[in-house]
């Protein structure tokens, strides 16, 4: 099992950054890929950004792209999510996602783990 637990959330004014991390634990070995999935009040889940474990491939949700990086620190066992041009649009939870696949998918029920979440406001 893999446990996940995200923290880098609060609250921005428009136009400003913020940083997310997620630090994973257990059987961190059998990761393949992380992604970061946001989820606004009454909506579903969004995919965000993901990247694969091993070789660093990413891939972005156009909504974000230009504006967020996400990044891995293979040692300490943790993802990030730099977030710069933050837009009230941004504002949600923001959930990580692991899964025992080294192949990145934008469909939430391709990963196998999910952390707590860590709520991101954007004001204007």
């Known amino acids: 099992q893999v446990q996940l637990v995200e923290s880098g959330g609060g609250l921005v004014q428009a136009g400003g950054s913020l940083r997310l991390s997620c630090a994973a634990s257990?059987?961190?070995?059998?990761?393949?890929?992380m992604a970061w999935f946001r989820q606004a009040p009454g909506k579903a889940s969004e995919f965000v950004a993901a990247i694969t474990w091993s070789g660093g491939s990413t891939y972005y949700a156009d909504s974000v792209k230009g504006r967020f990086t996400i990044s891995r620190d293979n040692a300490k066992n943790t993802v990030f999510l730099q977030m710069s041009g933050l837009k009230p649009e941004d504002t949600a939870v923001y959930c990580c996602?692991?899964?025992?696949?080294?192949?990145?998918?934008?469909?939430?029920?391709?990963?196998?783990?999910w952390g707590q979440g860590t709520q991101v406001t954007v004001s204007s």
């Open positions: 996602v692991a899964s025992r696949k080294s192949a990145i998918s934008t469909s939430r029920y391709e990963y196998d783990y």
């Open positions: 257990g059987r961190t070995f059998s990761i393949g890929a």
